[in-house]
């Protein structure tokens, strides 16, 4: 039984090694979308009037709510990984 749930163990963390940001590439739509938030928060908003001001946050919370929406991956919740090592110690 500790043999099983040791080789349980050895997948999740090399899952977890894998999501590393700095080795995963970023799409360059993606990219251009973060270039823009930054570009937004180097502003001198001061000179700007509230429409303006209104204008860049609808911007920037539609390309956060697109950067969110464009996240790509397979995410498993502890749940899911408890009930999945639950049924392979049943099966096994």
Do not use: H, W
């Not at 539609?62 to 110690?89: D, H, M, P, R, T």
């Amino acid at each position: 039984m500790i043999m099983v749930l040791s080789l349980c163990a050895v997948p999740t963390t090399m899952l977890g090694a894998e999501k590393s940001p700095a080795a995963k590439e970023v799409p360059a739509e993606v990219q251009t979308m973060l270039n823009r938030l930054e570009e937004i928060k180097e502003m001198d908003k001061s000179s700007l009037n509230s429409s303006e001001k209104k204008e860049l946050r609808k911007e920037v919370r539609e390309i956060k709510s697109e950067l969110k929406a464009s996240g790509n991956g397979v995410y498993f919740s502890v749940g899911a990984i408890i009930i999945i090592i639950l049924l392979l110690i049943l099966l096994l």
